[in-house]
Nanobody
Framework: QVQLVESGGGLVQAGGSLRLSCAASGRTFNSYSMGWFRQAPGKERESVAAVSWSGGNTLYGDSVAGRFTISRDNAKNTLYLQMNSLKPEDTAVYYC????????????????WGQGTQVTVSS
């Protein structure tokens, strides 16, 4: 089992940047593919990005491609999401998740979830 704790959320103006972190504890972090998801009020959960166990393969949602970068540091048991050129529509609670499967953006293939961190982008 793995425990996940997100941090780094906050309030930022449109066009600004934030970096989210997800600290993992428990079983070996590099056993898992990892992903970031987000959910805005009244909307369904959305896949943001995913990364393979090695960090070599990444996937992005269309709405964030070119603006967000997912990465991981297996030595530090930490997953990151660098968010640039933020837009008001990026406002959501952001969750990190761990999957025993290969790199995927399918939420149902994720086994463990963090509690989330709020990101608010003002216009």
């Amino acid at each position: 089992q793995v425990q996940l704790v997100e941090s780094g959320g906050g309030l930022v103006q449109a066009g600004g940047s934030l970096r989210l972190s997800c600290a993992a504890s428990g079983r070996t972090f590099n056993s898992y593919s990892m992903g970031w998801f987000r959910q805005a009020p009244g909307k369904e959960r959305e896949s943001v990005a995913a990364v393979s166990w090695s960090g070599g393969n990444t996937l992005y949602g269309d709405s964030v491609a070119g603006r967000f970068t997912i990465s991981r540091d297996n030595a530090k048991n930490t997953l990151y999401l660098q968010m640039n050129s933020l837009k008001p529509e990026d406002t959501a609670v952001y969750y990190c998740a761990a999957s025993i499967f290969g790199v995927t953006r399918e939420a149902r293939q994720y086994n463990y979830w963090g509690q989330g961190t709020q990101v608010t982008v003002s216009s």
